[in-house]
């Protein structure tokens, strides 16, 4: 047992409990980063963006309190993000970030670009990195730029990339996403393509699992997609 | 926790006159694989060793051999997976000279449990055994850190392997031929070694068989590319 868990462990006997569905993965987080107990991603393709993740909420690796979250939280009509990361901080972000959002749209009389809302959760994120524990990953679609994906770090960075992913169980699938993602795939494939993440990183990640929300956004609007557990694709399980 | 206390005191106090990277451990901090295929087996590591931040060996052989037909992977501490392999050598050498005939390489996989658990205390060790013998053909065993034992088809090892477990899993299927298995092989440590700091450098691929032992080594410009970034 490192000694990064072995510390969670002497908090978590003398009563200090980390209040958040999303727990903090007893990883050796000194090295890898904290990261919660999930698995993120977001893919462009020809014609949209295709944010998704796993639906499990658990407390210390050891209890599922509950299988069928939904992380994948709408900060206006075409952009979406989920999160990493302590829920009530990312709770609180999201919330700032909707109405800062919507008013910016209703003064600019038109959707928001989704490097705007991009920017607003950095924003938010960066002035308050000290107390804050929470990195977002941002898609949508807008009139200006089309399809995009952003990602903001824990500390506030923010970077646009065609694909990204994020949370605990994400370790276990970059080689898998970096081997397969092609640029301008049809949406079929992209969906597949985020399926099949999503089934290898819960394959192997206890902390993540349930159901995979997937959401698909295109210049027609947005199509959320529920794959269910015994639907997700199967692999050479030994 | 004593790494984040150390880091928090060199900000107070001058620095010590010998950099970081002296007052390490020599990390294989690495990727390793093992791949079963009918006939043989197929192995493969990275090529990187490190002090810190500093690479110590950027050509090391982590693939070593046990016996004529039987090789481990090394991951972990490097002075603690070379102490473990030379005992077992010596240990595996004595045993088949005692039975005149070759070992097993289930027997090569035992001892080193045997050392791994008994002073999982001390030890910082992951090890693959791989090999190939007439009872059994070619078989892949893992030793993880902690002293389990268990046969495997395909095993993958390291700080490394982290990143290639969904690739493992979507790419591996069973009955593949030898050359199927060093390009399988070769991929997956490729990946690893662009995701992962401390994995690296060349890749040494080996095939164990019936027929020997077949060296190969992947040059660092040779290796597949996947950054679509």
Partial sequence: MNEATQYNLKLERLGYHQFRTMERHPTNYLCKGVSTGTTILAVKFNGGVIIGSDSRASVGGSYVSSKVINKLIQIHDKIFCCIAGSLADAQAVTKMAKFQLSFHSIQMDSPPLVKAAASVLKELCYSNREDLEAGFITAGWDKKRGPQVYTVSMGGMLLSQPFTIGGSGSTYIYGYVDAKYKPDMSREECLQFATNALALAIGRDNVSGGVAHLVVITEGGVEHVVVPGEKLPKFHDE | MAAVSLV??????????????????????TTIMAVEFDGGVVIGADSRTT???YIANRVTDKLTPIHERIFCCRSGSAADTQAISDAVTYQLGFHSI???????????????????????EELMAGIIVAGWDKRRGGQVYTVPVGGMLTRQPVSVGGSGS???????DSNYRAHMSKEECLQFTAQALSLAMERDGSSGGVVRLAVISEHGVERRVVAGNQLPSFSAI
């Fill in chain 2, 8 to 29: 928090r005191c060199e900000r107070g106090f001058a620095r010590d006159a010998a950099p970081d990277w002296m007052r390490q451990e020599l990390r294989t901090g």
């Fill in chain 2, 51 to 53: 002090t810190g931040a």
């Fill in chain 2, 162 to 168: 982290s990143y290639i477990y969904g690739y493992v």
């Fill in chain 2, 98 to 120: 005692e039975l005149d005939e070759p070992p097993l390489v289930q027997t090569a996989a035992n001892l080193f449990r045997e050392m791994c658990y008994r002073y999982r």
